[in-house]
């Protein structure tokens, strides 16, 4: 069972910056894609960054390209998300998120079965 466990979140003004982290557990996170999502109250959850195996290639909604990095680290199990530039529709939960396949690194939240519990960002106008 795998298990993600994220920390990093707070409240920020507007322009401010945050990074997220996201822990995994098990053997197998380097053959993994690993992605963020996050969940603002009444929408769905929405896609927010996503990164390779390897590291080597990122991607990213129009929403926040640009404003957000995601990185990782194999050795430690670990997922970053920087956050620049944070806007008030940045509100959210984040969450951490692996597919279930290792050759899968899509921006369907639907391919994802391994979740974090989510860590509040709010930005403040």
């Known amino acids: 069972q795998v298990q993600l466990v994220e920390s990093g979140g707070g409240l920020v003004q507007a322009g401010g910056s945050l990074r997220l982290s996201c822990v995994a557990s098990?053997?197998?996170?380097?053959?993994?894609?690993m992605a963020w999502f996050r969940q603002a109250p009444g929408k769905e959850r929405e896609f927010v960054a996503a990164i390779t195996s390897s590291g080597n290639s990122a991607s990213y909604p129009d929403s926040v390209k640009g404003r957000f990095t995601i990185s990782r680290d194999n050795a430690k199990n670990a997922v970053d998300l920087q956050m620049n530039s944070l806007k008030p529709e940045d509100t959210a939960v984040y969450y951490c998120a692996r597919p279930k396949t290792y050759n899968i690194c899509a921006t369907d939240k639907n391919n994802y079965n391994y979740w974090g519990q989510g860590t509040q960002v709010t930005v403040s106008s």
């Open positions: 098990g053997r197998t996170f380097s053959i993994y894609c």
